[in-house]
T-cell receptor, first 115, second 117 residues
Framework: NAGVMQNPRHLVRRRGQEARLRCSPM?????VYWYRQLPEEGLKFMVYLQKENIIDESGMPKERFSAEFPKEGPSILRIQQVVRGDSAAYFC?????????????FGPGTRLTVT | AQTVTQSQPEMSVQEAETVTLSCTYD???????LFWYKQPPSRQMILVIR??????QNATENRFSVNFQKAAKSFSLKISDSQLGDTAMYFC??????????????FGTGTLLAVQP
């Protein structure tokens, strides 16, 4: 069984460019979560999506950041006009919709470096 | 708002010994989940153990067990027979239960555990 997949694993962008991070959840999982880990810090929740719906975006910065999880294809976290402070590891996690074991399974992360 | 506190930034243990990592949390909810995640140098987040708040019995997974004290809002992780591969950052996390699915995870700041040979 393939786990949660994220690509790219490493992404380098210049200030002002756009960054697109992709996440394919585990097979059968319809819930996707994005987290950000700044250097030397813990993970901070950004957004929670189900297919075609944003359920909770309370952790998303108000500007430049957006997320989607279309009916077909991976979830995308998009950062427009990146700044140095966006440099971080971005983790995606997925979970089942129902059942007793609703753990979130994490992907390997995308390390974004803004130069 | 829910918060998770890990008061031990770093800990060290000798191989084969036992170590306990502390975690406290704050919530007004009654139904929730608690987790310990491990993040080795590879940066991959690995679920170590989970606990449902409505279960009084402490969760156990092989060498890993928890001491869940609901009234005290405490959720410590005990690692027995420590191995070199246990060296990692350990994060305590909270999630309140929404319907049948978990919601966002709220993480503590982590405890860096070093297992010494």
């Amino acid at each position: 069984n393939a786990g949660v997949m994220q690509n790219p694993r490493h992404l380098v962008r210049r200030r002002g460019q756009e960054a697109r991070l992709r996440c394919s959840p585990m097979k059968g999982h319809s819930h996707v979560y994005w987290y950000r880990q700044l250097p030397e810090e813990g993970l901070k929740f950004m957004v929670y999506l189900q297919k075609e719906n944003i359920i909770d975006e309370s952790g998303m910065p108000k500007e430049r950041f957006s997320a989607e999880f279309p009916k077909e294809g991976p979830s995308i976290l998009r950062i427009q006009q990146v700044v140095r402070g966006d440099s971080a590891a971005y983790f995606c996690a997925s979970s089942l919709a129902t059942g007793t074991r609703n753990e979130q399974y994490f992907g390997p992360g995308t390390r974004l470096t803004v130069t | 708002a829910q918060t998770v506190t890990q008061s031990q930034p770093e800990m060290s243990v000798q191989e084969a010994e036992t170590v306990t990592l502390s975690c406290t949390y704050d919530t007004s909810e009654n139904n929730y989940y608690l987790f310990w995640y491990k993040q080795p140098p590879s940066r991959q987040m690995i679920l170590v153990i989970r606990q449902e708040a409505y279960k009084q019995q402490n969760a156990t997974e092989n060498r890993f067990s928890v001491n869940f004290q609901k009234a005290a809002k405490s959720f410590s992780l005990k690692i027995s027979d420590s191995q070199l591969g246990d060296t990692a950052m350990y994060f305590c996390a909270f999630s309140h239960r929404v319907g049948g699915a978990t919601n966002k995870l709220i993480f503590g700041t982590g405890t860096l555990l070093a297992v010494q040979p």
